[in-house]
């Protein structure tokens, strides 16, 4: 069965540091995979996505993840963390011919300045 | 309208009564999702419509839960007999694609349900 793990619960850093988000799946063939983001209050909105091609992805927002079949990861990155970050990431997968994304339970990204 | 729409944002009930929340999904759009989200569990998925096509029902957790599409637009999703667990933000999804390759999700913004 197809599952996202997301291994950091909580993570902080300083205003202008670079950032990784982790992001691991379990699935047999190539995933489709995703980057969701979710501000204090508001809907889940698309960071990038990754359905084939080139293993890099950029994204909105100065984001970009690495697809790494051999690690079955898709990490997000961004180089330089602003204030307006903070939120929740959730990573996801989904199936060919399937109805539904997997989601990660989620990282909640903390911004100090 | 412009994004998807959901009623109400929130809802504080008593354990056994029934709740109505309502998604008005993206003009267009043939796929509408009903997910979960309670603390610290990520987002579960309950139902998906596509146009016509019987519901994906897989991920209700109980005969409690039950979600209609009229028209292929507007939803409702039904819980009856309401419990403590059932507390949880539900978000409605829709999507332009469906099939073979998994297309963007636009979300709205919740109905944050609360059951005392």
């Known amino acids: 069965a197809q599952s996202v793990t997301q291994p950091d619960i909580h993570i902080t850093v300083s205003e202008g540091a670079s950032l990784e988000l982790r992001c691991n799946y379990s699935?047999?063939?190539?995933?489709?995979l995703f980057w969701y983001v979710q501000s204090p209050g508001q809907g889940l909105q698309l960071l990038l996505k990754?359905?084939?091609?080139?293993?890099l992805v950029q994204g909105i927002k100065g984001f970009e993840a690495e697809f790494k079949r051999s690690q079955s990861s898709f990490n997000l990155r961004k180089p330089s963390v602003h204030w307006s970050d903070a939120a929740e990431y959730f990573c996801a997968v989904g199936v060919g011919g399937a109805n539904n994304l997997f989601f990660g339970t989620g990282t909640r990204l903390t911004v100090i300045p | 309208g412009a994004g998807v729409s959901q009623s109400p944002s929130n809802k504080v009930t008593e354990k056994g009564k029934d709740v109505e929340l309502r998604c008005d999904p993206i003009s267009g759009h043939t796929a509408l999702y009903w997910y979960r989200q309670s603390l610290g569990q990520g987002l579960e998925f309950l139902i998906y419509f596509q146009g016509n096509s019987a519901p994906d029902k897989s991920g209700l957790p109980s005969d409690r839960f039950s979600a209609e599409r009229t028209g292929g637009s507007v939803s409702t999703l039904t819980i009856q007999r309401t419990q403590q667990e059932d507390s949880a933000v539900y978000l409605c999804?829709?999507?332009?694609?469906?099939?073979?390759?998994?297309?963007?999700?636009?979300f709205g913004e919740g109905s944050r349900l609360t059951v005392l």
């Open positions: 990754y359905f084939s091609g080139d293993t």
């Open positions: 999804a829709s999507s332009l694609l469906a099939g073979p390759v998994p297309g963007e999700l636009f």
């Open positions: 699935y047999g063939a190539t995933p489709y």
